[in-house]
Structure formats: C-alpha cells, structure tokens
C-alpha cells in the first residue's frame, strides 16, 4: 500500500474515533476545526438538526486585516477570539469541541485557548 493511502487512512480512523464521542445539540453545539496549510476553518453545527449554524476562518475580511498569515498559532488564536465574540452576539455561550483528526497541539490549541479567553465554555 502506498505510504500516503496508508497516512490518509490512518487520519480518518482518528477522526471516527474522536467524532463518534462527541454529538452537538441545540443548546450546546459541536465547534468543528479544520486546518490546512494556509488556512483555518471553524463551523458551529448543530448535529439534531444537521445544520450549519456559523462558520468563520481566516479568510474573512475581518480576520484577514488583523493577521499576516492564515496558516499559523497566532491567526489560530485570534481566529478564536473573533469567534467567541459572534458566538456572544448570538448567545451561543457553551459548545463541544471537535478537534477532528487534529492532536491538541500548536494550532489547535491557540484556537482552543483563544475562544476560551473571548469566553467559550468547553
């Protein structure tokens, strides 16, 4: 089997493994992160419903005026904070956070850290 097929496999296992413990309601939504090399992706889902309820990443204008660069730990953290602030707006205080296949490290974390401290409960 090719190395990459084999890594892609793995990578979707975890996020099974991950994905299969955590369900979003509508009162505690699941806080999805996606990461690429340039940029991250946030989305609020509602998992009872099946719905999209907010989505943000670093390609927003209002992002992009504050950082230099999508693709790293600090974007990730002030990607956090924005989004606390909407979720605020829309009184969306608690939520479960998905990591997806992604270990709670470097990028991830700030983005964690950086809701937290905008005032996201998980």
């Known amino acids: 089997m090719d190395k990459n097929k084999l ?6 296992r975890r996020h099974l493994r ?11 939504p699941r806080l999805y ?16 419903k099946g719905r ?4 943000l990443s670093t390609l ?10 999508g693709g790293n730990i600090k974007s990730a953290e002030i990607l956090g ?3 606390a602030q909407k ?3 829309r009184s969306i205080d608690k939520v ?17 850290e950086g809701a937290r401290k905008g005032g996201l409960i998980f």
């Open 87 to 89: 979720l605020k707006e």
């Open 7 to 12: 890594k892609e496999i793995k990578r979707k």
């Open 18 to 28: 991950v994905k299969k413990k955590i369900y979003g309601t509508g009162e505690r």
């Open 96 to 112: 479960v956070f998905d990591r997806g296949s992604y270990p709670y490290t470097g990028r991830i974390k700030a983005f964690a």
């Open 81 to 83: 904070e924005i989004l």
């Open 52 to 55: 999209v309820l907010f989505s």
């Open 60 to 69: 927003n204008k209002e992002i992009r005026e504050r950082i230099v660069f």
């Open 33 to 48: 992160v996606h990461r690429s090399h340039k940029n991250m992706y946030a989305q609020i889902i509602d998992d009872t």
